[in-house]
């Protein structure tokens, strides 16, 4: 359980680490809060000869607004994201997320950009991250790009992230005031990864459902956003039929693998379970 060998680096701006990580090519990896990189190298399945540590950047911490939006520092700690009292007023779902991630010791590190950035499938943060339509802020070699979270997962551990590529920020939009919201997560004990989960944020208007995203965890090799099961609930008033036809076509996307978590059937279902669930409470919490 002790990684290969590796040489340190703790570049103090972007732009340093940038230089780095373009320089090393596939020798370099950027280390955030380390929480999913270093038991990957203990257990010898990541092995780079370059740790470019991103704490030292001032520039990657903090929660800031910016007109309707609220931007994240990539270094911002899981457990930071729970505390900030604009993100609990303006998007209390990412409050509701981060106390789902792991345990305290994990959230204390482990960083947002991490989470989104890491690409595994189990990590809570990227299915929200579509739900609210977020975009990733990205510095590389030919300058900054944006990309937005719904184009940026492609598989199992791939990203639309470059050799060299740093993600320093992500932008989320302020759903509107009276949103409902709800991140429902199976685990098999506290600080599991999710069997399932669904992310919901939707809004109502005279009853009924004006607006609905749906985002769901660990139930493909990439994050999912159920589109189709967003648009089937939008219009209506949530009646148990209409919420059985969304449930269908979220669960007819999913394409889970079967391991120590259950079968691909049983966490198929229990990713329309967390639905179910979470759209319930997202009503209850919406106002209009
Ligand atoms: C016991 C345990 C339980 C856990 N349970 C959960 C859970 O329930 N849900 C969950 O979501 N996660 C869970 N995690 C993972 C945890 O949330 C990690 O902190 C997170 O996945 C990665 O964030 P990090 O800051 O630690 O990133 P690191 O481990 O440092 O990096 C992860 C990957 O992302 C890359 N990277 C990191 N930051 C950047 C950046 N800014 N730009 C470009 N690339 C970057 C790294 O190169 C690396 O490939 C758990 C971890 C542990 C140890």
């Keep these: 359980m002790i990684p290969g060998s590796f040489e340190y680096h703790r570049p103090a701006s972007i732009k340093e680490a940038v230089g780095l990580l373009g320089k090393l090519g596939d020798e370099g990896r950027a280390l955030a809060g380390g929480h999913s990189l270093i038991p990957m190298m203990k257990l010898r399945l990541a092995k780079p000869a370059h740790l470019v540590d991103l704490a030292g950047i001032a520039d990657l911490k903090g929660v800031r607004a910016d007109g309707n939006d609220v931007v994240i520092g990539a270094m911002t700690t899981q457990h930071e994201l729970g505390g900030s009292d604009l993100l609990t007023g303006k998007i209390p779902l990412l409050r509701e997320t981060s106390l789902q991630i792991a345990d305290p010791q994990v959230r204390y590190v482990g960083t947002l950009g991490g989470n989104v950035a890491n690409g595994d499938p189990g ?113 209506s008033a949530l009646d148990a039929a209409t919420i059985k036809k969304a449930v269908a076509a979220a669960e007819a996307i999913t394409a889970p693998a079967s391991d120590a978590r259950g079968p691909a059937q049983y966490r198929t279902k229990m990713a329309g379970v967390m639905l179910a669930r979470a759209l319930a409470r997202a009503k209850a919490r919406a106002r209009g």
């Design 123 to 235: 990590n809570d943060m990227p299915a929200v991250m579509l739900c609210l339509g977020a975009t990733y802020h990205v510095a590389g070699k030919s300058g900054e790009r944006r990309i937005a979270a719904r184009d940026f997962y492609q598989g199992a551990y791939f990203t639309a992230l470059e050799p060299g590529d740093v993600l320093t920020a992500v932008r989320i939009p302020v759903p509107p005031a009276g949103h409902g919201y709800a991140y429902e997560k199976l685990k098999r004990k506290i600080g599991d990864y999710a069997t399932a989960a669904a992310a919901v944020v939707l809004t109502m208007s005279g009853g009924k459902v004006a607006s609905c995203s749906i985002g769901l965890t660990n139930v493909a090799e990439t994050p999912l956003w159920a589109q189709e099961a967003g648009k089937i609930i939008t219009g």
